[in-house]
């Protein structure tokens, strides 16, 4: 899959997770603990990175495999 693709992807999982939750609050609890996860994994990816000797910079992270 390209950029894209995981955009369109990512949104329709978002549209579809949005109309299964009735309760605003509920769904703002689930996107938070979503962003929560995301920053999570990305600080975990950059931290191996770095113990690998990489030296990837924050920045350069979602080009890195």
Do not use: P
């Amino acid at each position: 899959m390209d950029a894209f693709q995981d955009s369109v992807s990512v949104y329709a999982a978002a549209v579809a997770i949005a109309k299964s939750i009735d309760n605003t609050q509920e769904l703002t609890r689930l996107g938070l603990l979503i962003t929560q996860l995301g920053t999570t994994l990305t600080t975990l990816a950059a931290l191996q990175q770095l113990e690998q000797g990489n030296g990837t910079l924050a920045g350069d992270i979602g080009t890195t495999e």
